[in-house]
């Protein structure tokens, strides 16, 4: 009876957002900006929902989640159409669809990849969407037994598995970067006992470091001045015919598809790896399981198939530990997790309580952003791909110009300007170092909530840090994390694979042959 009454409501929540003809033009104008923002070379889906952040502070809940989820849905998807057309990912995320989508569109096949990768990436947002009503009550369930130690443990993993994910060479790259988010987190009064931290006797720190400004200065000011200085130049794009849906191209690969929404849901749903990583570990099971690998790499539509599904199967994994653990699943979610506290939603475990039909309304937002980013992608996809041949140098200043209205606009506060530079020019160089910047920002987001509750935890014990090793989820996620760390130790791997060869001999003996055999090819 529950189950129908959500159901219920789910659909009336639908009806009732796309009956507002101001819901719909904004979801439509919110769909397309994120198109183009993910067709750009240069600018993300991140960087759009960071600008849109500040400029949805006079919008009502509903209407600034609408604005903000159709951007990220449509900037998740709009990368293709640069992989496709012209070989250069718009995206992180749609990088793998580059290695197939490019040779389709060499054989004069341009227009059923486009047409393939838009009902591929609405397919795999629904799906996402199911998972995120589904499972949602689960984890709830479960977190609302956690207390002060569970909760800084939990953020505390956060930025561990973000850094142990993201960095590019050494681990430790991405763990230092957490810790700085970390400490810049710490600025500012505490929250227990009011005492200032770090302040430098700045009175504009006493509140503490903005997130907007950060997320703005670490996401926009380096692509501003990479994009700069590489200058890109955009080559003429491949000419493409109608585009057509190809259902049937779409069921005879439904069980690809299924596995693909399921490997970009999991992924989504770890904190802080992003749609990516998605996109990439689809691509190697769709390799691997085909029957046909050869084919990979020269043309192979399932490979298109695979990685646009899991990155936009991306999106909705990612709401599910940001809504109910207060966690963001990837970076565009760790600024949805800023907009969100701006407008008074706190996510975690209480959000069913303090907001019970949130979940339902996210839920249905991303059901009309998946339909309207499917129609704007049947029906406008040859004028938005003309936004590809607008010179790059030019519509960088216009994101600068972005950049600062988007920072000074919360509160009107100049000194989010003077936030705003430093901590781009300092991300432009840390990403130059090879440190990324996913669990800086991350680590400025979960900061608070691992401060506060590690404070509050050991002025209830004490002092004492027994209850971690008393309490089975505390000890659950404590393990965890050591085991995180020490992975990635040589030492801790040659011991953990003589014990995989005491345990699993053969299977052991067999990972062996295939990973040496790999290394001779």
């Keep these: 009876m529950v189950i129908i009454e959500r159901i219920g409501f789910y659909f009336q929540t639908v009806l009732h957002l796309a009956s507002d003809p101001v819901h719909l033009a904004i979801l ?46 449509g900037g998740t998807y709009g990368g293709s159409y640069a992989s496709i057309l012209i070989n250069i990912p718009g995206t992180a995320a749609s990088a793998a669809t580059a290695l197939d989508g490019y040779p ?24 996402s969407m199911l998972f995120l009503v589904s499972i949602s009550p689960l984890i709830s369930f479960f977190a609302l037994q956690f207390t002060s130690f569970e909760f800084f443990l939990l953020a505390f993993f956060g930025i561990i598995i973000s850094g142990t994910l993201t960095s590019p060479d050494l681990v430790i790259k991405g763990w230092i970067a ?32 903005e997130v907007v400004p950060v997320l703005i200065g670490a996401f926009g000011i380096p692509q501003i001045i990479q994009v700069l200085k590489d200058q890109f130049q955009i080559g003429e794009t ?6 057509l849906p190809e259902f049937g191209t779409i069921v005879r690969n439904i069980p690809r598809i299924i596995r693909s929404a399921l490997i970009g849901v999991g992924i989504g749903s770890v904190p802080g790896i992003g749609e990516d990583i ?10 691997n399981t085909s029957k046909h690998p050869e084919r990979f790499g020269k043309g192979e539509i399932t490979a298109v198939l695979s990685t646009e599904v899991a990155n936009n199967a991306c999106v909705g994994g990612a709401m599910i530990p940001l809504l109910n653990l207060g966690i963001p699943g990837s970076p565009p979610a760790a600024m949805l997790l800023g907009a969100l506290m701006l407008h008074g939603v706190t996510p975690g475990p209480m959000i069913t309580f303090e907001h019970p039909n949130f979940i339902i309304e996210v839920a249905a937002i991303l059901l009309l952003a998946s339909m309207a ?17 607008i010179p790059t140098q030019i519509f960088m200043p216009i994101i600068g110009v972005l950049c600062i209205i988007g920072s000074y606009a919360l509160g009107m506060n100049i000194f989010n300007l003077y936030l705003m530079l430093p901590v781009g020019i300092i991300s432009y160089f840390l990403i130059e170092m090879g440190y990324p910047i996913a669990p800086l920002v991350i680590g400025v987001i979960l900061g608070p909530m691992a401060d506060e509750n590690l ?33 990635q130790f040589p030492l801790f791997k040659s011991f953990k694979d003589r014990l995989l060869a005491k345990i699993w001999p053969r299977r052991f003996r067999k990972s062996n042959k295939e990973s040496s055999f790999s290394d001779n090819e």
């Design 455 to 487: 404070r509050r935890a050991l002025m209830v014990s004490q002092g004492s840090f027994m209850p971690v090793f008393t309490r089975p989820v505390a000890l659950l996620l404590f393990l965890v994390i050591v085991w995180t760390v020490l992975s």
């Design 278 to 287: 998605a996109a990439w570990v689809s691509y190697g099971a769709a390799r």
């Design 28 to 73: 439509f104008g919110s769909v397309i900006l994120g198109i183009i923002f993910g067709a750009m070379p240069g600018l993300t889906s991140t960087l759009g929902v960071a600008l849109l952040t500040a400029m949805t502070y006079g919008m009502d809940t509903a209407t600034a989640m609408i604005c903000l989820l159709a951007i990220y849905v």
């Design 238 to 243: 491949q000419k493409f015919q109608r585009i």
């Design 178 to 209: 957490g810790f700085l988010g970390l400490f810049l987190a710490c600025v500012g009064r505490d929250m227990l006992q009011f005492y200032p931290r770090f302040t430098f006797g700045i009175p504009e720190l006493d509140g503490g470091v």
């Design 373 to 389: 980013m499917w129609v704007v992608g049947m029906l406008l996809a040859k004028q938005v791909v003309k936004v590809l041949r």
């Design 104 to 127: 389709l569109a060499c054989k004069g096949e341009g227009g059923r990849a486009i047409g393939l990768t838009t009902t591929a990436s609405a397919i795999g947002t629904i799906i």
